[in-house]
């Protein structure tokens, strides 16, 4: 790269005023950048409120309809669900994913029939409906075991698709599910249903939050390691999302964000693909205490961390701050 010497170049006349600093932005952030991830319980007008998650509840079915409505409003085109499923419907054999009339159904349907125009997200895992809190079917020695748990990931998929849903997300890391899901959701007529795969999620300290809120913290008998990547790995993040993709995924995700977005950018650079990040519940619930604790403004960490995942390539965010956020974009 030829450049000119300084003082003939300075770098900072770019930056000295706001108009030129805007014009010069390399990455912009949008609300249309967020996917707003929803936590679903049982009842009527019910918002409870989750201690771990400071500012984040837990929403009845009719009152998630008016968080779509509110999302729609702001400019943000999708939600992603995800049931805090009640301890009487857990099995060791997850049977409740399968039910037509489960919580997580009820919730697409009704914000599909009140508010049409925004999208859905679904996650398919098993550990939402376990009594033992693992993502999938247990030998008698406690290991999840693959190709079963993928048969009934496939029946949870198109409950989902059923339901209505318009992104199946596979947060589960077995292998070969995504290739059996889209298969079926082919053989189904679900063709323009798509497949988000959390293709590189790590066994991540960072989870301790989202498994408070959707009451699977207490029963997790082990860890899940021997499914969710390890933090020290990389190119087998970059093996997992080649995988992925040859088996039809739409887009992919890396989970958790900030943490792991040099993987975020490998990813984009070698694969060219739409890749999304969650900003998990950990890192949320990190933002939210400093900014507490006085360390730093929540507004200008929320936006500062947002736009770090658009710098490192990402076409979205999955983000509990998506809502703020976007209404801070919207001015």
Excluded at 140 to 167: C, M, R
Excluded at 245 to 263: N, Q
């Amino acid at each position: 790269m030829t450049q000119a010497p300084y003082p003939a170049l300075r770098l900072r006349r770019t930056r000295a005023t706001a108009w030129s600093r805007a014009m010069h932005a390399e990455n912009r952030l949008s609300p249309a950048d967020f996917i707003w991830p929803l936590f679903v319980t049982e009842g009527e007008g019910v918002e409870e409120p989750i201690v771990a998650l400071p500012g984040v509840s837990r929403w009845s079915v009719d009152r998630i309809v008016d968080r779509a409505r509110e999302a729609r409003d702001a400019g943000i085109p999708c939600l992603a669900l995800f049931p805090n499923t009640q301890a009487n419907r857990r099995s060791d054999d997850g049977a409740e994913a399968l039910n037509p009339d489960n919580l997580m159904c009820r919730a697409i349907r009704a914000i599909k029939d009140a508010v049409p125009d925004i999208g859905v997200l679904t996650d398919v895992a098993l550990d939402p409906y376990t009594a033992h809190g693992q993502d999938g079917l247990l030998d008698p020695n406690g290991y999840v075991v693959n190709d079963a748990t993928v048969d009934v990931l496939i029946g949870q998929s198109l409950n989902q698709a059923a339901a209505g849903a318009d992104i199946i997300a596979p947060s589960d890391m077995m292998d070969g599910r995504v290739g059996a899901i889209r298969e079926a959701l082919e053989e189904e007529g679900h063709a323009n249903v798509q497949i988000m795969a959390y293709a590189a999620k790590y066994a991540s300290a960072f989870y301790g939050p989202f498994r408070d809120a959707v009451g699977s913290r207490g029963l997790l008998k082990g860890d899940k390691k021997n499914y969710q990547m390890d933090p020290a790995n990389g190119e087998e993040a970059l093996r997992e999302v080649a995988l992925d993709l040859a088996e039809g995924a739409d887009s992919v995700m890396v989970k958790p964000g900030l943490p792991y977005l040099d993987i975020v950018a490998r990813v984009r650079d070698r694969f060219a693909v739409p890749v999304f990040a969650y900003q998990v519940s950990g890192e949320y619930a990190m933002i939210e205490h400093a900014a507490a604790a006085g360390a730093g403004d929540r507004d200008a960490l929320i936006l500062e961390t947002l736009m770090a995942f658009k710098r490192a390539g990402c076409s979205g965010v999955l983000t509990y701050h998506a809502l703020h956020a976007a209404r801070l974009l919207n001015g």
